[in-house]
């Protein structure tokens, strides 16, 4: 189980949000909404430990994360909103790169061919489209899989059959006992699990 405890962020002495607090267990989404700026991603740059909040705590199975974040970290994958693949590698050299870390080089072609990027695998990245490119992103999720994921805007740019995909895959992997926390603006993922709007959580 995933738990926040009373999270208070403040950026340049403006306070984001105050006193979020959740708990999420294995086999569970949860979607977190708002408008442009509130802290969204804030929100899961702290969970990821990019960024340190100024108030609370963050536990795993009731453990304060700050004691093992490497671990913690292992075993967990955050899309961002910003472009991590390589642009002069390919698809495929870009997932390979990233499974080799994770010692899980065998599962990047079942990511390949389950979004559908068979066709682009071979292509640098700088020449695809924004939506393959996103396509080819949500694809590390396969090729390197951890229990954990943190998604932010994650359905940006797909088409109908790439949100699709994404749907299905990230149902599968609450059904596989997994825990999905997604930043986003899109309805289409609000009935994954509860929903926070950090509205709520305004100083």
């Known amino acids: ?63 304060e994360v700050k004691y093992f974040r490497e671990y913690f970290n292992g075993d967990m994958q955050f899309i961002t909103c910003q472009n991590f693949l390589k642009p002069q590698l390919s698809i495929r050299s870009n997932l390979q790169f990233y499974a080799k870390l994770s010692a899980t080089f065998e599962a990047v072609e079942s990511a390949i061919s389950f979004f559908k990027l068979t066709d682009f695998a071979e292509t640098p990245v700088k020449y695809l489209s924004s939506g393959v490119k996103q396509r080819a992103k949500l694809a590390k999720l396969l090729a390197c899989p951890a229990t954990l994921w943190l998604l932010d805007e ?40 509860p929903n926070i709007n950090l509205q709520d959580f305004k100083h």
Not at 155 to 168: F, P, Q, T
């Open 154 to 193: 994650p359905s940006n740019h797909l088409d109908e059959e790439g949100a699709n995909l994404l749907k299905s895959l990230i149902l599968t992997r609450i059904k596989e006992n997994g825990i999905v926390i997604i930043a986003t603006h899109d309805k289409f993922l609000f009935d994954i699990g």
């Open 1 to 63: 189980m995933l738990t926040l405890e009373n999270i208070s962020y403040n950026r340049q002495f403006i306070p984001i949000f105050k006193d979020i607090g959740f708990s999420i267990g294995c086999g569970s989404g949860l979607i977190i909404k708002g408008s442009n700026g509130i802290g969204k991603t804030t929100l899961l740059q702290i969970i990821s430990g990019l960024i340190q909040q100024d108030r609370g705590r963050i536990l795993w199975q009731q453990e």
